[in-house]
């Protein structure tokens, strides 16, 4: 899946299938914020590049993260199709729209 922007309920299921891990919906978040390397978000959410690696990879083939090399690192960023909305406390993603709590997002709690 590419772009959630247009997605079957099935593939709206998909996606949150996806998002029922802490982790990746931790990157989401950061990634609210904008573009972020694999060490600062590694460094953030302070888990082993390997395993972050993986949840990265989980993201991509599910089009709801983009990866760009700079340099000798990676940078990511959100896909198109997922859009931070209502104040940068939500994820709209095409089927739904995915809510956090405003006093974790003030907090800087991710």
Same mark, same amino acid.
């Given at each position: 899946?590419? =772009? %959630?922007? *247009? #997605? /079957?309920?099935? /593939?709206?299921?998909?996606? %949150?299938?996806?998002l029922? =891990?802490?982790? +990746?919906?931790?990157?989401?978040?950061?990634l609210?914020?904008?573009?972020? +390397?694999? !060490? *600062? %978000?590694? *460094?953030?959410?302070? #888990?082993?590049? /390997?395993?972050?690696?993986?949840?990265?990879?989980? %993201? &991509? &083939?599910? !089009?709801?993260?983009?990866?760009?090399?700079?340099?000798? !690192?990676? @940078?990511? +960023?959100?896909?198109?199709?997922? +859009?931070?909305?209502?104040?940068?406390?939500?994820?709209?993603?095409?089927?739904? @729209?995915?809510?956090?709590?405003? @006093? @974790?997002?003030?907090?800087?709690?991710?």
């Amino acid at each position: 899946m590419t =772009d %959630l922007s *247009e #997605i /079957s309920p099935a /593939s709206c299921a998909d996606a %949150l299938k996806t998002l029922a =891990d802490g982790t +990746r919906l931790a990157v989401l978040r950061l990634l609210m914020q904008g573009t972020c +390397r694999v !060490g *600062e %978000l590694g *460094e953030a959410l302070q #888990i082993d590049q /390997s395993l972050l690696s993986h949840h990265l990879q989980v %993201l &991509r &083939r599910a !089009g709801m993260v983009l990866a760009t090399r700079v340099g000798k !690192g990676v @940078e990511y +960023r959100l896909a198109p199709g997922v +859009r931070p909305s209502d104040g940068g406390v939500a994820l709209n993603l095409g089927c739904c @729209e995915l809510t956090f709590p405003k @006093e @974790e997002q003030a907090d800087g709690v991710v």
